[in-house]
């Protein structure tokens, strides 16, 4: 069975900065691109950051260009998330995701907030 497990959220300030992890299981993690989506009430699910199945290359939502780095560790079936200059529209529950097949993370909250 496919499972992620997401840490690494929290509550910061405007200009703060966490670090993300989905820790992943029950496939060959290495041979897929995963992705972060972000949600928050009111819009639906966005995505934010996706990375091929090797970690060479990664696309990025404009609202965050700049400012988040998606990675991975493909030896222990990591994926990260380092967002950096955060500000309060950054605030959803983000969650890491499988496209095949369609798996999602239990979602961990950022707050971003003075």
């Known amino acids: 069975e496919v499972q992620f497990v997401e840490s690494g959220g929290g509550s910061v300030q405007p200009g703060g900065s966490l670090k993300l992890s989905c820790v992943a299981s029950g496939f060959a993690f290495d041979s897929y691109p995963m992705s972060w989506y972000r949600q928050t009430f009111e819009k639906k699910r966005e995505l934010v950051a996706s990375?091929?199945?090797?970690?060479?290359?990664?696309d990025y939502a404009d609202s965050v260009y700049g400012r988040f780095t998606v990675s991975r560790d493909n030896i222990n079936d990591a994926l990260y998330l380092q967002m950096n200059d955060l500000k309060p529209e950054d605030t959803a529950v983000y969650y890491c995701?499988?496209?095949?097949?369609?798996?999602w993370g239990q979602g961990t909250q950022v707050t971003v907030s003075s």
């Open positions: 990375i091929t199945s090797g970690g060479g290359s990664a």
């Open positions: 995701h499988l496209a095949f097949p369609d798996t």
